[in-house]
């Protein structure tokens, strides 16, 4: 096990620079994703660690050792990548213990050692298999374990879920996890998934453009994005964002947008006439029948068993909402939406980033 230490690190290639200087301090031990949407440096950076890019500048560290000019055989890193990379023509119990014949390690030491690792990925009865009659999740299985063999101190994963089905990547996230508790190996894990992301990390360094935008725990994250870019990227649905302009109703500030006043905490630190971004998350957005709430007129409504996800338009302006209630709502129908005011979140329109509430 080690720490991973990136400091100051830029990549470039030719006059195009793609990460920006990079600092980034990962403990020994812990679960770290790297999360962004495409072309943000995500796959770069981890490349760079396991040294299969050569950084421009800056400095990488595995433990106390200084890796910026060790080839990736003597970094003591495991790499699983997208597409499993196994040797069609060996056994599942070849493919696992190859690297360990290359270093010509005793036949009894190499059988221990894939024993203790199809043990903790449940492939004891796959070992004499070929990855022919192997299933995506079984295959994934199996790059997971070539890599445990070698007992690395960082374990690299590159997207490594991309190719499985829906169950599958949900069955692959669980063990992964489970994986990790037990061999407290330090994990760098990329992906642009920001379910994964959530559900596997201690920490997610969200990247965008070759920088790091926000780095935090999951629902840290997710509770208090550090601007924009952060609060529309993480969560699914999606927050809702509307652009307005701060006044005062009644004495209590609100928010006016798409011809509706949007209520705001009284807490909220904004001044009448300041020009925000007004965002809420689906779940905090409440559709009632009647009441008090925003007026908006229901675009569509999507069921989804625990939960109906319905999409109403404020003004020109369309936004979701969760209930939990079995709600009837028919397109074109009249709906009122009450935000949670402890959860309204407020962006400064100009630079994007997240105001105090």
């Known amino acids: 096990m080690a720490a991973v ?5 830029r990549k470039s290639y030719g006059t195009n620079e793609v990460v920006h200087g990079i600092d980034l301090a990962i403990p020994d031990g812990t679960f770290v994703v790297l999360l962004g949407p495409s072309g943000c440096g995500k796959s770069t950076l981890l490349r760079m660690i396991a040294g299969l890019e050569p950084i421009t500048s800056g400095e990488i560290r595995i433990g106390d050792t200084l890796v910026n000019d060790l080839h990736p055989k003597d970094r003591n890193i495991a790499m699983v990548f997208q597409n499993y990379a196994l ?60 890599a445990i063999v070698r007992d690395p101190a960082v374990f690299l994963f590159d997207e490594p879920l991309s190719n499985l089905d829906a169950k599958l990547r949900v069955q692959m996230r669980t063990e992964i996890k489970e ?9 760098v894990y990329v992906t642009h998934d920001q379910i994964e992301a959530m559900t596997m990390a201690d920490t997610i360094v969200v990247l965008r453009d070759g920088y790091i935008e926000q780095m935090g725990r999951p629902l840290e994250i997710y509770d208090r994005p550090a601007n924009l870019f952060v609060a529309e990227f993480i969560g699914s649905p999606a927050m809702n964002i509307l652009s ?16 509706v006043s949007l209520p705001l905490p009284a807490s909220a630190a904004v001044k009448p006439g300041q020009q925000v971004k007004y965002g809420i998350r689906p779940e905090h957005l409440r559709p009632l029948r009647d009441g008090a709430g925003v007026p908006a007129r229901v675009s569509v409504t999507e069921p989804t068993g625990p939960e109906i996800h319905v999409y109403a338009d404020i003004g020109d302006k369309e936004v979701c909402a969760i209930s939990k209630e079995r709600l009837d709502l028919a397109p074109g ?25």
Do not use: C
């Open 87 to 146: 040797y069609a023509h060996m056994s599942v119990f070849d493919n696992m213990a190859f690297s360990m014949q290359l270093k010509k390690l005793p036949k009894e030491e190499i059988a221990q050692k894939v024993d203790w690792a199809a043990s903790i990925l449940d492939l004891k009865p796959y070992l004499k298999r070929y990855p022919r009659e192997l299933s995506g999740g079984q295959r994934q299985r199996v790059a997971m374990g070539r």
């Open 244 to 259: 307005g302009e701060v006044a005062a109703e009644g004495g209590a500030p609100v928010v006016r947008a798409n011809g």
């Open 179 to 187: 994986l990790h508790h037990k061999l407290s190996t330090t994990v």
């Open 333 to 357: 129908s009249e709906v009122r939406l009450a935000p949670v005011l402890d959860k309204v979140h407020l962006f400064d329109t100009a630079t994007g980033s997240a105001l105090a509430r």
């Open 5 to 9: 230490t990136i400091s100051k690190v």
